[in-house]
T-cell receptor
Framework: KNEVEQSPQNLTAQEGEFITINCSYS?????LHWLQQHPGGGIVSLFM???GKKKHGRLIATINIQEKHSSLHITASHPRDSAVYIC?????????FGTGTRLQVFP | DTAVSQTPKYLVTQMGNDKSIKCEQN?????MYWYKQDSKKFLKIMFS???????INETVPNRFSPKSPDKAHLNLHINSLELGDSAVYFC?????????????FGPGTRLTVL
């Protein structure tokens, strides 16, 4: 079992739908990162959070430290949101990655 | 201006060869990383360097040797390439190794070992 688990593995949605991707971790963390990997392969950092909630445009990330759980929400999803979303737990000096959630948003 | 660059983008080679992948960041960051993404798209840390000093070596075979000539560069040399080394290798950098620093990723190098 991975130390960082994501669900679902694959997600399809119609444009405009509200999307939730979940991340659970079993290790102690100092921060939780959400990353986006584009179809072309590039990886960008979306959020880093150690408590509460962060919002950036249509993206919202939340974390519950007690439950060792984080969620990434996308409001009013758009085809350009199609990508793989990866959560990563910052444990001591390193990131431990989840297996990723492949999101496809259809027009 | 590219923040984190890697060369080459694609590398196809025969088993047993030795190859290098170069990484450079122009962000003034102190910490650099190498990650391996396997065929199932799973990312895993290989190495991290802070100001040219090795911080993390995540049980990577000795055939992999990172070299950091200065804090803006972290190169990865791989000896005696094996089929299982085929993967996408990502370089990344952050201001420091602390958890609240965002990591910036390079575009990746797709290595194919035949």
């Amino acid at each position: 079992k991975n130390e960082v688990e994501q669900s679902p593995q694959n997600l399809t949605a119609q444009e405009g739908e509200f999307i939730t991707i979940n991340c659970s971790y079993s290790v102690g963390i100092s921060a939780l990162h959400w990353l986006q990997q584009h179809p072309g392969g590039g990886i960008v950092s979306l959020f880093m959070l150690s408590s509460g909630k962060k919002k950036h445009g249509r993206l919202i990330a939340t974390i519950n430290i007690q439950e060792k759980h984080s969620s990434l929400h996308i409001t009013a999803s758009h085809p350009r949101d199609s990508a793989v979303y990866i959560c990563a737990a910052h444990n001591t000096d390193k990131l431990i990655f989840g297996t990723g959630t492949r999101l496809q948003v259809f027009p | 201006d590219t923040a984190v660059s890697q060369t080459p983008k694609y590398l196809v080679t025969q088993m047993g060869n030795d190859k290098s992948i170069k990484c450079e960041q122009n962000l003034g960051h102190d910490t650099m990383y190498w990650y391996k993404q396997d065929s199932k798209k799973f990312l895993k840390i290989m190495f991290s360097y802070n100001n040219k000093e090795l911080i993390i070596n995540e049980t990577v075979p000795n055939r992999f040797s990172p070299k950091s000539p200065d804090k803006a560069h972290l190169n990865l040399h791989i000896n005696s390439l094996e089929l299982g080394d085929s993967a996408v290798y990502f370089c990344a950098s952050s201001l420091s190794g602390l958890s609240y620093n965002e990591q910036f990723f390079g575009p990746g190098t797709r290595l194919t070992v035949l």
